[in-house]
């Protein structure tokens, strides 16, 4: 028997079929949603508040083969997607050791096809904030992208990955982009998103090391009314 995890390739019939038992992988989503290299960040991407682990037979497709074992779990509305992979290893590794020991017992399940959901492997681009968006869509991106390849904006002061970050308010108030003080809430600055305010918790300004909001809007010197953008937009002005 071969056991796949995390390898990112698509294994040839030859290689399938050269065990005697086959091939089993552990995958990071119950499938059929979340076919791909990177199940754990998508479902956080997209808003997910459930994932789990599926254990299933390999065949020439991406993902595709018939399931054997799934186990759910739930996904913390401020997890990141390191944290969920972390926490999803030690849950594989559990599924991996029962569908082994059950082998002969379980029935091999055929997927759903026609439910089935794409993760592709990510792209730098795919952490470019755009605060066209909601807060909540940007605070998943966030976390999604937390701890590769960060979520991405730019002001006048520079490139700023935001490592952290929380969702808060209603109401368009502020183009989006804005930096602005949150009245009532300790007077904080966070910066307006379609549909409320995107609250940077944890960020890291390019070359420098990562810090708290506070510490880095004290040396960026930025005050209410400064711009941030996706990097793919026009400079911010001054």
């Not at 290299?37 to 599926?54: F, L």
């Not at 006048?156 to 929380?166: C, D, F, P, V």
């Not at 982009?177 to 960020?203: F, Q, Y």
């Not at 990562?210 to 953008?229: E, H, I, N, Q, V």
Request: with cysteine.
């Amino acid at each position: 028997m071969a056991v796949v995890v995390a390898f990112g390739q698509i294994l040839p019939k030859a290689v399938l079929e050269a065990p005697r038992r086959g091939s089993i992988n552990v995958h990071g989503s119950i499938l059929p949603r979340y076919r791909g290299a990177a199940p754990i960040q998508w479902a956080i991407m997209r808003g997910e508040t459930s994932t789990g682990i599926t254990t299933f037979q390999m065949d020439e497709g991406m993902d595709t083969g018939p399931i054997l074992l799934a186990a759910p779990a739930a996904i913390d509305p401020e997890e990141t997607a390191g944290e969920l992979a972390a926490r999803l290893a030690v849950l594989g590794a559990d599924v991996l050791v029962d569908t082994l020991a059950r082998l002969d017992a379980l029935a091999p399940t055929p997927q759903r096809h026609e439910d089935a959901t794409l993760a592709p492997r990510l792209k730098r681009t795919d952490g470019h904030l755009d605060w066209n968006r909601s807060a909540r869509e940007l605070v998943n991106v966030v976390r999604g992208c937390n701890p590769w390849p960060g979520a991405l904006t730019r002001s006048q002061a520079g490139s700023l990955t935001i490592w952290r970050a929380t969702a808060t308010g209603t109401g368009r108030t502020h183009p989006p982009g804005t930096l602005a003080r949150l009245r009532g809430d300790g007077d904080e600055l966070a910066i307006a998103t379609s549909d409320g305010w995107l609250r940077p918790v944890e960020v890291q300004p390019e070359n420098r090391r990562a810090m708290s909001w506070s510490d880095y809007l004290r040396g960026a010197r930025l005050r209410p009314g400064a711009t941030f953008a996706s990097p793919d937009a026009p400079t911010p002005p001054p």
